[in-house]
């Protein structure tokens, strides 16, 4: 902490804010000012091939992904109040945090943390890809016709999405809506994305070029194609089922 007024007042303001904004949130740990960590990916390097490639994923997770948790625990260093919340609760309440620079680094480097993390656990390899659980499968048909019309949805978003960005299936006051959100937004971002963008998010797709350049260049949309060989439906599934 420093003895200067002005910074001592901007540091209340944050804390106060976020405390309006998200009251009675849980903390994370005992401890203050936890660091993030990244997660072992729950499969090698290799194991999503040909659909994604050994090396794209070795770039992606060890340099993208855990560049994105680095310049997450810098923006919160000194910041225990945020720092203390998991990124499930602090995401939410985000456009509380009225310091506009430290708003928008966690925006842009806590929903790289939170969107890749999720990503991970969103593929598998194509051997257990699985399909999608009897509620979900009633769900999709329910909102789209089927399962190849969700397809083409997805694949529209992540083809249309200018820039980098993400394509995502979000369940959304019990209905599912394909959406896609620029850079690192998320469907948890209350007050920065559009209402009709927020959501629980089921699938999320990773447009950036730096996560399919390598292996598919330009064709954006080859990439958005063999995303479903590898889509972890018993994960999606569950993750339906708790959005319940
Ligand atoms: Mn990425």
């Not at 960590?37 to 290799?46: G, H, K, N, S, T």
């Not at 194509?126 to 979900?136: F, R, T, V």
């Amino acid at each position: 902490m420093t003895s200067d007024s002005t910074f001592s007042r901007r540091q209340f303001a944050v804390t106060g804010a976020l405390a309006a904004g998200a009251a009675l949130l849980p903390t994370r740990s005992a401890k203050a000012a936890a660091s993030y960590e990244q997660a072992a990916l729950p499969y090698a390097f290799d194991a999503l091939a040909p659909h994604i490639d050994a090396q794209t994923m070795e770039i992606h997770y060890g340099k993208h992904h855990a560049g994105y948790i680095k310049n997450l625990n810098a923006a919160l260093e000194g910041q225990a109040d945020l720092a203390k919340h998991s990124l499930d609760e602090l995401l939410p309440a985000i456009a509380s945090v009225e310091d506009k620079a430290l708003q928008t680094a966690v925006r842009n480097n806590g929903g790289g943390h939170w969107n890749h993390a999720f990503f991970w656990e969103t593929l598998t390899p194509a051997d257990k890809s699985g399909k999608p659980s009897d509620e979900l499968a009633k769900a999709i048909d329910a909102a789209f016709g089927s399962l190849d019309a969700l397809k083409t949805a997805f694949g529209g978003a992540a083809g249309k999405r200018f820039g980098s960005g993400w394509a995502w299936l979000i369940a959304k006051d019990g209905k599912l809506v394909v959406t896609s959100t620029p850079n690192q937004d998320n469907p948890l971002m209350k007050g920065l994305v559009d209402d009709a963008e927020l959501g629980t998010p089921l699938l999320g797709l990773d447009v950036w070029e730096h996560a399919y350049y390598l292996h598919y260049q330009n064709r954006r949309g080859d990439y958005a194609s063999a995303f479903w060989n590898i889509v972890n439906w018993d994960k999606a599934s569950a993750r339906f089922a708790d959005a319940k």
